[in-house]
């Protein structure tokens, strides 16, 4: 990976997807040796792992909020 060297597991959602799109650009381009080609291939499994985890999480974590304390705002009464 280039700006990161974290694993993906360490990534926040925005860097994983960041260098998911810089991965994919890269293969898009057809330029790239077949044995490079297929280590950026699994660094993309890799990052779109750590996204969808990261959105799982993110999920549950409103899931809670709106099982828990969320209440809708009602409008303001008019006058």
């Known amino acids: ?5 974290a694993a993906p597991e360490h990534l926040d959602f925005e860097a994983a ?32 792992r750590r996204c969808r985890q990261v959105l799982d999480e993110a999920e549950q974590r409103l899931l809670a909020i709106e099982n828990g304390t969320l209440v809708p705002l009602d409008p ?4």
Do not use: H
């Open 1 to 5: 990976m280039s700006e990161s060297t």
């Open 17 to 48: 997807l960041t260098e998911l799109e810089r991965i994919v650009q890269a293969l898009e381009t057809g330029r790239l040796p077949l044995e490079t080609a297929l280590q950026r291939y699994q660094q993309g499994v890799a990052l779109v």
């Open 76 to 79: 303001p009464a008019e006058r």
